[in-house]
């Protein structure tokens, strides 16, 4: 099933992205028959449990992370998407660009607005005093928290299993408040996100799945495109 391009009465667009939208940029995705919860155990590495465990581990995988999202570049996906943002805004409208993704892909392109609801890679928390910071090196069990000094509280700032995601209602109000719900490159099996589009279906907003194949909730989508991110979403923007 193809979809029009964006048509021209649209105002505002809403766009959930997940991992699919950076595969092609070289970064695994989770749960594709090579991704990364294929090889690494989440609970043992993405929740607060594992990391008052075993935070060197932690550190080690979201150190790896971290340089590999370093030596990452944009694709043609991330651009497309700075392309709509601009074309909406140039109509009055807006593109609310809310992503799963830790990785930092989408501002690289362009994108002036993003809202990250699971955290970002290049940032990190002090968990002794609450302090977030940018941060593009490792970290470790002995990194010191620049605000208040204490060593071994510094942790990746990204919402694992459990945790509460980000921006809950600013999303909530842009959702319901869109012309278009569109999600590019999500497995659809990780809550609330995954809910998003029942969401909008139910408030009577149009849907669309960009995906490499069909999601866990493709049923729910009013329209699909499926192939890769850097081929499916320009032909979908322009
Ligand atoms: C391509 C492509 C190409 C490939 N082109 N496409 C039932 C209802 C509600 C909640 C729950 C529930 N049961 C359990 C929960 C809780 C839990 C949850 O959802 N668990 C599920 C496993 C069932 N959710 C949570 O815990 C969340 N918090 C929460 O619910 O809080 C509520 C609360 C209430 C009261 C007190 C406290 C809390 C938090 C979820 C946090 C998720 N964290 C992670 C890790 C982030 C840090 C990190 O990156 O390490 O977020 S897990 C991981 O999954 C990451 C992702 O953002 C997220 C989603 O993954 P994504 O992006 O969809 O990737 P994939 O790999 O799954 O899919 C990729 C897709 O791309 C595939 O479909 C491919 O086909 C496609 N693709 N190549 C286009 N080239």
Redesign the pocket.
């Known amino acids: 099933m193809g979809g029009p391009p964006v048509s021209p009465g649209l105002r505002d667009v809403f766009v959930l992205t997940?991992?699919?939208?950076s595969?092609?940029s070289g970064l695994g995705?989770?749960?594709?028959p090579d991704?990364l919860w294929r090889r690494f155990d989440?609970m043992r590495l993405?929740t607060p449990e594992a990391f008052a465990d075993a935070p060197e581990e932690v550190h080690a995988f979201?150190n790896l992370?971290r340089q590999g999202a370093r030596a990452a570049a944009p694709n043609a996906a991330h651009a497309a998407l700075v392309r709509l943002e601009a074309g909406l805004a140039a109509r009055g409208g807006r593109l609310f660009l809310c992503t799963?993704?830790?990785d930092d892909l989408h501002e690289r392109a362009g994108a002036t607005a993003v809202v990250h609801m699971?955290?970002e890679l290049m940032r990190a928390r002090c968990i002794a005093c609450g302090q977030g910071l940018p941060w593009a090196e490792d970290l470790s069990v002995e990194t010191a928290c620049p605000a208040c000094g204490q060593r071994g509280g510094m942790r990746p700032d990204?919402?694992?299993?459990?945790?509460?995601?980000l921006h809950l209602e600013a999303i909530a109000q842009a959702l319901d408040t869109s012309d278009l719900f569109v999600a590019?490159?999500?497995?659809?099996?990780?809550?609330?996100?995954?809910?998003f589009v029942a969401r909008a279906r139910a408030a009577g907003i149009p849907t669309h799945e960009?995906?490499?194949?069909p999601?866990d909730t493709a049923g729910l989508f009013a329209q699909a495109t499926y192939g890769?991110?850097?081929q499916?979403v320009p032909d979908f923007v322009d």
């Open positions: 997940g991992a699919g939208i595969a092609e995705t989770f749960r594709d991704g989440p993405a979201y992370r799963q993704n830790v699971h955290g990204v919402v694992w299993f459990g945790e509460m995601p590019i490159g999500t497995s659809g099996a990780v809550y609330p996100a995954a809910g960009i995906n490499l194949a999601s890769p991110a850097t499916a």
